[in-house]
């Protein structure tokens, strides 16, 4: 584990000021939020680092992302922000960061906004989109304040509970809507990337029909748009989650059967954060139809 350096006199608004590069990812956009100039938050993060004693911010493109240093830091940082909230009695937060799986979020994150911004209208959400393994870092870091995915081992600080269910299931849009097992074996497949959930979906329900399916993989995706265009454009089979059908895309039936097969979404967060509103609203947000109502 990474260590850093951490003492209870630490500058706050150093603090405060790291804490908004990491949800912005950027200097400019921090410095913006922080009405600072960006030498005067360069030169917050260069005494900061020298305080911690490690690097804080490697850059990847246009991007400045968090070390492993910097997401133990982050941790602390949101204690801090919460603590600060405390004192000062404001109960709200100005910032919400929720990161989702990309798939997880196409039938969802649309009723969830328009719940949160009827509910916190101050508040500014950001959403990001990310593969299991890269969500898995942002709630067990706190870089996001809570994250929508599928089941992984979740340790220390944070804190899961089920959301909702869906089903993934066969689509066609160009190609008939009933086949045979033949006919799918003659009809292309598209597939999302190797890694993300609806490819692992896709192979649970496509090996016990043939194993040596995938020579049949015509693309690889990473976008659900990406994916429905295709299937509009070309005779072919792909994989969606149920909360995508629409009337021109429509499940497969083999031999009168659906090729589906259901997935469970945990809402997660650190313990002692200061959520509970926000989760609620999140929470109600979830059509009645695939929400987990938890006792």
């Not at 240093?69 to 909230?85: F, G, K, S």
């Not at 990337?193 to 016990?208: H, N, V």
């Amino acid at each position: 584990m990474v260590s850093i350096r951490y003492s209870y006199d630490m500058d706050f608004q150093r603090l405060r000021s790291f804490a908004e590069i990491v949800r912005c990812q950027s200097f400019t956009a921090a410095s913006r939020r922080l009405n600072l100039t960006q030498p005067a938050l360069s030169r917050q993060m260069a005494l900061l680092e020298r305080e911690v004693g490690a690097e804080l911010f490697v850059r990847s493109g246009r991007l400045m992302l968090p070390t492993p240093a910097a997401e133990r830091l982050y941790a602390i940082a949101l204690e801090a922000e919460d603590l600060e909230r405390r004192m000062t009695g404001e109960d709200e937060l100005k910032n919400l960061h929720i990161a989702v799986g990309g798939s997880a979020g196409v039938g969802i994150i649309p009723p969830i906004l328009a719940r949160l911004r009827e509910d916190f209208p101050a508040l500014s959400i950001r959403i990001t989109e990310s593969l299991p393994a890269e969500l898995q870092r942002l709630a067990a870091s706190g870089v996001a304040d809570i994250v929508i995915h599928e089941p992984f081992s979740t340790q220390g600080m944070l804190v899961s509970e089920p959301l909702y269910r869906d089903r993934v299931q066969a689509m066609v849009g160009m190609a008939p809507a009933r086949m045979t097992l033949k006919q799918l074996r003659l009809t292309p497949l598209l597939l999302f990337e190797k890694g993300s959930s609806l490819r692992r979906a896709a192979e649970q329900i496509l090996q016990p029909l043939y194993a040596d399916f995938e020579s049949n993989v015509m693309m690889e995706l990473r976008t659900i748009a990406a994916l429905q265009a295709s299937l509009l454009a070309v005779s072919s089979v792909g994989f969606l989650s149920s909360l995508t059908v629409t009337e021109r895309i429509r499940p497969l039936r083999l031999s009168g059967a659906v090729l589906s097969t259901e997935r469970t979404f945990l809402l997660s967060h650190l313990r002692g954060r200061r959520l509970q509103p926000y989760l609620d609203g999140i929470r109600k947000a979830i059509p009645p139809e695939v929400r987990i109502r938890n006792s």
